[in-house]
């Protein structure tokens, strides 16, 4: 059974604050990292991919990915109370069940 | 224009009874999916199909059915409904089923009384 845990918080940061969200995976070959926002009572809607090992950058937005670790992270610049959702890792198995296993999710909440 | 869109939104209904959920995407992507999230707000695969052909069944009982008639479009029948169906259904398309980011629908909210 392949896994991917994240804290399911809440993550309670202050307005102008950095928030880190972490996630780490079971299945050593899988090739393809997602972030997810969802706010309460919407759908998952996509805010990041990331393929390969370092840093990937999307305006105040930025993931990270170190598979030797098996660690995926988003980091949220600059948190606006826009931001206050639940935020979902996903992550596709590897070999040839491309199957998208989502993490529970880490509660976010930016205060103003 | 939306992208990937379910009908109806919510969905009321009793116990046993047969209902169906509909799904289109016009996105032209090749893979489409169906996601059920319960109350934890877990979200979990439950059937992908590419190309009108089922490459993803998951342990879901057989009273779900899905079905593509073509590569747009993906429906849901439940037949007998119980009260642990009762959670949000999510559609999904993407382009193809290799390590492609996925989008979703609004969701359809099922309760059974």
């Known amino acids: 059974q392949k896994e991917v845990e994240q804290n399911s918080g809440p993550l309670s940061v202050p307005e102008g604050a950095i928030a880190s969200l972490n996630c780490t995976y079971s299945?050593?070959?899988?090739?393809?990292f997602f972030w997810y926002r969802q706010y309460s009572g919407k759908s998952p809607e996509l805010i990041m991919s990331?393929?390969?090992?370092g840093d990937k950058e999307d305006g105040r937005f930025t993931a990270q990915l170190n598979k030797a670790s098996q660690y995926v992270s988003l980091l949220i610049r600059d948190s606006q109370p826009s931001d206050s959702a639940t935020y979902l890792c996903?992550?596709?198995?590897?070999?040839?069940?491309?199957?998208?296993?989502f993490g529970k999710g880490t509660l976010l909440t930016v205060n103003p | 224009d939306t992208a990937v869109s379910q009908t109806p939104k919510y969905l009321v209904t009793q116990m046993g009874n047969d209902k169906s959920i509909k799904c289109e995407q016009n996105?032209?992507?090749?893979?489409m999916y169906w996601y059920k999230q319960d109350s934890k707000k877990f979200l979990k695969i439950m059937f992908s199909?590419?190309?009108?052909?089922?490459?993803i069944n998951e342990t879901v009982p057989n009273r779900f059915s899905p079905k593509s008639p073509d590569k747009a479009h993906l429906n849901l029948h439940i037949n007998s409904l119980e009260l642990g169906d009762s959670a949000v259904y999510f559609c999904?398309?993407?382009?193809?089923?290799?390590?492609?980011?996925?989008?979703f629908g609004d969701g359809t909210r099922l309760s059974i009384l």
């Open positions: 996105l032209g992507h090749d893979t």
């Open positions: 999904a398309s993407s382009q193809d089923f290799r390590n492609q980011p996925q989008h």
């Open positions: 299945d050593r070959v899988s090739q393809s």
């Open positions: 199909y590419n190309n009108k052909e089922l490459i």
């Open positions: 996903a992550v596709y198995s590897g070999g040839s069940n491309y199957k998208l296993t």
């Open positions: 990331i393929y390969s090992n």
